[in-house]
């Protein structure tokens, strides 16, 4: 199938050509395209890391580009910053609404660009217009004076939306919308879409949710390993050709194995609900096994690693160790029966950024360098966080050097170490490579391994469809907080992500 041709003579709000971008080393694009329609939804998709949010953030004035042109209803425009972008009618909504919920919807959506009247902020004229994007959006004019806390996600999604109208955007970029909402918050949202299309507004709409943009796009760019692959009518695809350009045809090489002891589970999930976010999962991961749970953004397997460590209660079903019924209570309760999480946001959760790779390796052992259960044993410290250092081959001069200082690599290293220091029975890994180099990922990859092979139980939890192919003996796949498909080692990235975004096609579901 060939790229639908973009003829000079069709009218496009937004152009995008020849767009480049490097950080350091490494190319996040090599050539980006993006051409948008007024009054149409565009749908941008591709693997995390194929560029497409790099590319959005050059349009919404985040990022600057190294190279390359953007045109607005054909005018040559320069996007220098987000305020630059606002007053060139380019407005985006994130997937996690970004309010202040102590101030009134009216508030939150002039916060900073007041309608004013003789030097002072004009309520009643401010609230007026308000009401006029309610009303467009689909909320009731008395949400104007409501304080944002006081309404559900997806309402406080669209007041982001009505704040980004109230810019007097002619773009809008919706980023991973859907991926907080349920199915019928979904529908409300496609119904504001539809309103604002048909109003002239261009919406460029990025998602990993495959089968949604068959309702709601009628084009889809697709971009692939820094480059934009082509432009098609959503017509002419479907979820499988779709997911069918966005991987290529490179495979991915598996160091998972199929010859893992046929031993009963160390770790059992039996029909473990966590709110709406996961749902009835059934899992089970053996020692020495690699089981990876793969999903979208939103899928719900972060809820599932967070009640394996006690962060979050199972509102149904039950944790087994070793085939005894527990529930940890705590990430200290979890560890004392045996059980280590490496977070997926090592920034906030993981580590002390501005201390020692010594402090932060002793902060999760404290129990054991210490003397009488009092004094850190400072001596004891040490030479635990030099033993770290050289299995891990973390690069740096000394153990005293700060996490802040240390690249990404290095510094999940170090987490990693934290929960290694007595060797865990269950190990859960949350996202372990985000945001590191790809020779980081690679020293990830084989101490994953190597822990498994020592006898620990390993759960890694991931939306990079790369990484689970590679490390699995198993790939459980989720969508929408429910198990839907398994994979053994050598699965293909095709079918891994057709079955993550909603391809109808019969799988093997997970007993």
């Known amino acids: 199938m060939e790229p639908r041709p973009q003829g000079a003579e069709e009218a496009h709000r937004l152009e995008m050509t020849g767009i480049a971008k490097s950080y350091g080393a490494v190319r996040a694009i090599r050539s980006g395209e993006l051409r948008v329609r007024p009054g149409t939804v565009h749908a941008l998709v591709g693997e995390n890391g194929a560029g497409k949010s790099t590319l959005i953030k050059i349009l919404a004035g985040a990022e600057q580009p190294d190279s390359g042109e953007i045109r607005i209803d054909g005018r040559p425009v320069g996007v220098g910053s987000t305020a630059a972008a606002i007053d060139l009618g380019v407005a985006t909504v994130y997937q996690e609404p970004q309010l202040f919920p102590d101030l009134t919807v009216a508030e939150n959506v002039f916060l900073g660009r007041e309608l004013r009247r003789r030097g002072q902020v004009d309520w009643v004229a401010q609230n007026a217009r308000v009401v006029e994007l309610l009303e467009l959006i689909g909320l009731p004019a008395r949400y104007a004076t409501a304080p944002v806390r006081d309404l559900s996600i997806a309402e406080q999604q669209q007041v982001s939306i009505a704040k980004a109208l109230g810019g007097e955007a002619r773009i809008l970029i919706l980023d991973e919308p859907s991926a907080i909402l349920t199915d019928s918050e979904i529908e409300v949202l496609f119904g504001v879409v539809r309103r604002l299309v048909a109003t002239g507004v261009s919406v460029v709409y990025i998602s990993h949710r495959l089968d949604e943009l068959f309702t709601i796009a009628s084009e889809v760019t697709v971009m692939r390993d820094g480059e934009t692959v082509g432009s098609y009518a959503i017509e002419d695809l479907t979820v499988r050709r779709l997911v069918e350009l966005m991987v290529g045809g490179t495979p991915v090489e598996a160091t998972g194995r199929r010859d893992v002891p046929d031993v009963p589970p160390l770790l059992r999930l039996e029909g473990v609900s966590s709110g709406d976010r996961l749902t009835e999962l059934d899992l089970a991961v053996r020692p020495g096994e690699v089981v990876t749970l793969y999903g979208l953004v939103g899928c719900g397997a972060a809820d599932a690693a967070e009640v394996v460590y006690g962060i979050r209660r199972a509102s149904a079903g039950r944790v087994l160790l070793d085939g005894a019924p527990v529930a940890p209570r705590s990430p200290r309760h979890a560890r004392a029966l045996g059980i280590g999480l490496l977070p997926s946001d090592r920034k906030r959760q993981g580590s002390f950024s501005f201390q020692s790779i010594s402090f932060n390796i002793a902060a999760g052992n404290l129990p054991l360098l210490s003397r009488a259960g009092v004094w850190v044993d400072r001596r004891r410290e040490r030479q635990v966080a030099r033993e770290a250092i050289a299995r891990f081959s973390v690069k740096t001069p000394h153990e005293r050097q700060p996490i802040s200082s240390m690249s990404g690599g290095n510094a999940q290293k170090v987490v990693l170490a934290r929960q290694l220091v007595e060797r865990p029975r269950v190990l859960v890994l949350a996202e372990p490579t985000q945001g590191v180099d790809v020779g980081a990922k ?67 579901v997970p007993a």
């Open 442 to 508: 690679e020293e990830i990859h084989r101490i994953v391994r190597g822990i498994a092979d020592e006898g620990s139980a390993v759960l890694v939890v991931t939306t990079d469809l790369g990484e689970a192919i590679r490390l699995s003996d198993r790939l459980v796949v989720l969508r929408a907080g429910r198990a839907v498909a398994e994979f053994a080692p050598g699965a293909s990235q095709a079918d891994v992500l057709a079955a993550a975004a909603g391809d109808t096609a019969d799988r093997a």
